[in-house]
C-alpha cells in the first residue's frame, strides 16, 4: 500500500507510543475509483446485474423493484486489501431501494432502524463458476448507467469515536471531552485527521468514512433496539461486532445522488461474512 499520509500524520501531531498505538488500528481496504483505458475493470456502478437463472430482479414487496446500485467481481480484487472473511471469488451485487414515493403518494425510505425496510436493500453473491446471463430491468425501473471501476488496496483509518480508538489515544473508552479539553498531545492530531478526511467514496472493507459519525454507531443502535449515547459501553460492545462490507458514494458520473449527496454503507457481521450470508447485511444511509 502506497498511502503514507495516515502514518505520516500520525507520526507529525502525536507522541511516538500514542502514533504506533492508532496506526495498529488502521485497516486495508479496497478504493474504487472510475477505469482509465487499458485498467482491469473489478467493479461496476450501476448497469445491469448478471444473474444466475431463475434468480429474479430483488424487489421490496408492496413497493417495487429494487434499483442496482454495484457489482463487485472479488477475484479481480487486490488480496492484501480485504479482510481475511472476505470471498476471494466469486461476484457481489447491491440493490436499494431509492423510490422518493410510492404509487400510492406515500414515501418509502430504507432505515436501519426499521426491520420492515430491510428488503428494500440486498446483497446478492453469486459463486465463481455460476452461469449467468443479464437480467431484464423491470419495467418503469431505469437503470442507472454503467460506470467501470478499477481497484487499488490502501489503509483505511478509524473514525476518531470508535471505542479502540478513544482507548488507544485517551487510554479507556470514556467519550471524547471537547476540542478545547482535549489533552495537548493529542488536540492537534485530532484537529488535522478531521480535515484529512474528505470524500468517502467508494471502497470494499476496511473504516467507513462516515458523513454523519460512526455507521457502526447506527447499526448497533437499531440492533438493540435502543437509542443509546455515543461512549455508551453496550452501544461499543454491539458496535465492534460490525465489520464494512462496502460503501458507495454519490456519483454524478453514474447518476447516483444518495438523498443530500449521502453514502450508502453496508455492514455485516465477521461470522456472517465467512459464511457468505449476505443477506444477513445491513445498509446505512447518511446523507
Do not use: K
Not at 423493484?65 to 470471498?87: D, I, K, Q, T
Not at 471501476?149 to 467519550?175: F, H, I
Request: proline share 9%; hydrophobic share 40%.
Amino acid at each position: 500500500m502506497t498511502d503514507e499520509r495516515l502514518s505520516r500524520l500520525a507520526a507529525e501531531h502525536l507522541p511516538a507510543d500514542l502514533a504506533e498505538r492508532w496506526i495498529a488500528l488502521l485497516r486495508p481496504c479496497i478504493r474504487l475509483r472510475r477505469s482509465a483505458r487499458g485498467e482491469r475493470t473489478a467493479a461496476a456502478l450501476g448497469g445491469v446485474p448478471e444473474l444466475p437463472a431463475g434468480v429474479g430482479w430483488p424487489e421490496w414487496q408492496g413497493h417495487g423493484p429494487l434499483s442496482f446500485v454495484a457489482s463487485v467481481r472479488c477475484a479481480e480484487l487486490p488480496h492484501e486489501g480485504l479482510a481475511e472473511e472476505f470471498p476471494y471469488d466469486g461476484t457481489l451485487f447491491f440493490f436499494c431501494y431509492d423510490g422518493w414515493a410510492d404509487t400510492d403518494g406515500e414515501g418509502a425510505f430504507v432505515s436501519v432502524y426499521d426491520p420492515e425496510s430491510r428488503p428494500g436493500a440486498q446483497v446478492l453473491y453469486v459463486p465463481e463458476g455460476t452461469p449467468v446471463s443479464p437480467a431484464e430491468a423491470p419495467e418503469g425501473l431505469n437503470p442507472y448507467p454503467r460506470l467501470d471501476l478499477t481497484a487499488a488496496p490502501e489503509p483505511s483509518a478509524p473514525d476518531l469515536w470508535l471505542p479502540q480508538v478513544r482507548e488507544a489515544l485517551l487510554g479507556d473508552r470514556r467519550p471524547w471531552p471537547e476540542l478545547r479539553e482535549t489533552p495537548a498531545g493529542i488536540r492537534s492530531f485530532r484537529r488535522a485527521l478531521m480535515r484529512l478526511n474528505d470524500r468517502a467514496g467508494h471502497r470494499i472493507g476496511g473504516h467507513a468514512v462516515p458523513v454523519q459519525g460512526p455507521v457502526e454507531y447506527e447499526v448497533a443502535n437499531a440492533e438493540t433496539g435502543v437509542e443509546r449515547p455515543w461512549g455508551d459501553a453496550l452501544l461499543d460492545e454491539e458496535a465492534g461486532r460490525w465489520l464494512v462490507l462496502a460503501q458507495f458514494d454519490s456519483d454524478r458520473e453514474a447518476d447516483m445522488v444518495w438523498g443530500d449527496e449521502g453514502t450508502l454503507y453496508w455492514l455485516i457481521r465477521p461470522e456472517d461474512l465467512t459464511a457468505r450470508r449476505f443477506g444477513e447485511a445491513r445498509l446505512v444511509i447518511q446523507c
